[in-house]
Every structure is written in C-alpha cells, then in structure tokens.
C-alpha cells in the first residue's frame, strides 16, 4: 500500500509544509499541486509542479508518476480548466495514459471519476473560494483500490 499526501495552493505559507511533514511522517511520497509561491529548497521532499502565481519557473509544467500500477499526472490546471470542463485536463491524461489526475489552481476540494479517469484536487491548503477550511488530501493507493480522505487544515497565525 502506497500512502500519498497531496496540497496546493499555499501561496507562500511555510508553516503548513511543516505540518504536513511531521503530522504525516510515514507517507510515502508528498504532492505540491502548484502555487507554492516557494523556491523549490523550501519544498524538498515534495514532487511539485508549476502553478501561475510560481515566479521561480523551476518546476515543470506536469509530471507523470507510475505507482501502484497507476499512471499519475500531477498538473496544476490553470491552462486546462475552462469554467470547471474538465476536457483538457482528461485529453491530457489519455494522450498520457493516465488513470488518475491530481490538479490545483481552484481552491475547491473535489473527487470525480469523469470519463473513466479520476480527478483529485486537494483543494487550497490555507484557503478555499467555498469558505471553507483549508484542506488536502491524504491518498491510499493499494493496487486497484484508491481510498481519498479529505483533510483540513487551519492556518497558524503564531
């Protein structure tokens, strides 16, 4: 079993990459979904990708990871969502050959199977356009089982 904590959209705050790392010690791989507004120092430890708010250009585009006998895309999703379509974003995946697409960029926390493909966005980690909490993702991947559980997270303003 594969254990994968996923967050996007944290805008320059440090403090929750701390969190992530010591409240989730035994994960097996951590995904940044774009928008850090880090350098990537400040990331080790995370596979990440860039967001359009990422002024540093030092991390690519997309990335395609193999894990579990899934191929994963990692993207943020800014120049693919139009209005909430996810049709760029599956064309994308099955020019890939991608099962599963993680992607950022709306501050929505969201869990869809669309097309045979499935769609996670971890929401944004320190602020959601819905109002709610900052969240992310905490992903099981075993095999064919993928197990999501939505996380929340509230910014320490200490």
Known sequence: MTEIIAI???HGERKCLSYIK??????????HLGDSVLPSYLL???AVVQGNNDPYK???????I???GHHILLI????QLYYGDLQLLHSL????NCDIVFFGH??????KTYKGIRFLNPGSIIRNRDGSIGSYMRILIDDKDINVEHLTYEKVLK
């Open 22 to 31: 010591e409240k989730h010690i035994n994960a097996d791989y951590f995904f």
């Open 44 to 46: 080790d430890g995370f």
């Open 58 to 64: 030092e991390y690519p585009n997309h990335l395609i």
């Open 8 to 10: 996007s959209d944290n």
């Open 93 to 96: 995946a099955l020019n890939n």
């Open 66 to 68: 193999e894990l579990e």
């Open 76 to 79: 943020h999703g800014h120049n």
């Open 106 to 111: 709306t501050h929505l926390y969201f869990d």
